[in-house]
């Protein structure tokens, strides 16, 4: 059994860990470029790390436009600016939004890409970041991957190298007491997809296996928290914990067919991305099933449920479904046809296989 994992992020976990570690950030550099969005102003993240930067001296500027699903737009603004501040390294505070913003940014502070973002080579020289999720659901903190809107493809596009991996992630659940209900559910399938693509993925491992059953129980275990949207502050940390823990799967194994799929509902009809992975998730869980049923079943042991009790409870977070028409679903199925994370699944699926996953998720 031949394989690599690798993973270079140094995670620190806990309540005030910001502040109580503030001086990990010093190490990165002396004038910090945050990016962020707008929440972070208020759920006490972007103090706790202005707190910190205080402590130890660093000057920063805040750049805080960063949109819900990142713009090629936005990261060149926020690189013109980290260079005409003299930025040496970036702290991003906020959702997957602003996380893979950061990354780009680091990266085209450092770096001209004139052939464009997404067919540039990205090198070493990216700033040195440390990430501060706001959400639990994405893993960007731990992850090499920095997802932008691709308006020329008309998708979502990953720009994906080592030098993307955060140095610092500092997990504390506590800024996520304030995070609409909508987007708690939404993040935590993001997270619980991440963990399930990645054990179909060709490239799971014993240890992404292991690291996928530990976050695929820290989710489910919070599933009572997540339907009656009732939270303490353990079951925001364990959800945070699952998320992290899924973004180090799939930082060794990639996503496959539920994303490749769920680019275009968000491309389209703006479906935030966690709900569009949960709308699909069921569906191509029973695909699945019908050509690997022992993994499936390794799945559904980790979860703690057969296939239907796991339709049934995804639908009870997602209340009512998006609909879609078929001559639209069938564009989709097109789309997701020639995604490259299609190829990244164990079960082939061909495009009528993934209209049928399509259909059964959205169908009129
Ligand atoms: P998001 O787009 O970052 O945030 C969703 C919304 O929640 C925004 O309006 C945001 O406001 C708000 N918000 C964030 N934290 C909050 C808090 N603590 N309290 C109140 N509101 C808060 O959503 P996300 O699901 O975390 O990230 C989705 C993005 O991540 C997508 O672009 C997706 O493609 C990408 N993604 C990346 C990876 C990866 O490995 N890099 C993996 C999966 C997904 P503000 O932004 O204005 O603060
Ligand atoms: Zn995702």
Redesign the pocket.
Same mark, same amino acid.
């Given at each position: 059994m031949d394989f690599q994992y690798y993973m270079p992020v140094r995670i620190v976990s806990g309540e005030d860990c910001v502040k109580k570690n503030a001086s990990l950030l010093r190490t990165l550099g002396k004038n910090v470029l945050v990016v =962020? @969005?707008?929440? &972070?102003a208020?759920?006490g993240?972007l103090e706790d790390a202005v707190f910190a930067f205080n402590m130890n001296g660093q000057k920063y500027t805040i750049y805080d436009r960063?949109p819900?699903? +990142?713009t090629v737009a936005c990261v060149e603004e926020g690189a013109r600016i980290a260079r005409e501040v003299g930025a040496d390294c970036v702290v991003a505070i *906020? *959702? #997957? &939004? +602003?996380?893979?913003a950061a990354?780009a940014i680091a990266m085209l502070a450092r770096q001209d890409a004139p052939e464009g973002i997404f067919a540039h080579a990205i090198t070493d020289d990216v700033l040195p970041m440390a990430h501060i %999720?706001?959400?639990a @659901?994405? #893993?960007?903190e731990v992850?090499p991957? !920095?997802?932008i809107t691709n308006d020329e493809k008309q998708t979502?596009t !990953?720009i994906s190298a080592p030098s993307l991996f955060p140095v610092y992630a500092f997990l504390d659940g506590k800024?996520?007491a304030?995070? +609409?209900q909508n987007?708690t559910v939404? =993040?935590a399938l993001?997270a619980l997809s $991440?963990a399930v693509e990645g054990m179909l993925s060709v490239r799971a491992t014993l240890i992404t296996d292991a690291l996928a059953r530990e976050s695929i129980r820290l989710l489910t275990g919070e599933y009572d928290s997540l339907l009656n949207a009732n939270y303490t502050s353990q079951s925001r940390q364990n959800l945070l914990l699952g998320s992290t823990l899924a @973004?180090m799967v799939?930082?060794n194994t990639g =996503?496959t067919v539920v $994303?490749g799929m769920g680019y275009s509902l =968000?491309y389209f009809h703006d479906v %935030? $991305? *966690?709900r569009a992975n949960g709308l699909l998730l069921p569906a191509f869980l029973a695909e699945c099933n019908r050509k690997a049923p022992q993994r499936v079943g390794q799945i559904c042991d980790a979860l703690g449920m057969d296939l239907e009790t796991f339709s049934k409870k995804v639908a009870a977070l997602l209340g009512k479904r998006e609909e879609y028409s078929d001559t639209e679903l069938a564009d989709f199925a097109r789309r997701a046809s020639v995604n490259k994370n299609i190829k990244n699944c164990i079960v082939h699926f061909s495009e009528e296989e993934l209209l049928r996953v399509l259909k059964r998720s959205l169908g009129v």
């Open positions: =962020t @969005g707008k929440s &972070s208020k759920n993240a960063v819900n699903n +990142p *906020g *959702g #997957g &939004s +602003p996380m893979d990354k %999720p706001t959400t @659901g994405t #893993g960007s992850t991957y !920095s997802i979502k !990953s800024y996520m304030s995070l +609409p987007v939404n =993040t993001d $991440h @973004g799939i930082a =996503t $994303h =968000t %935030p $991305h *966690g």
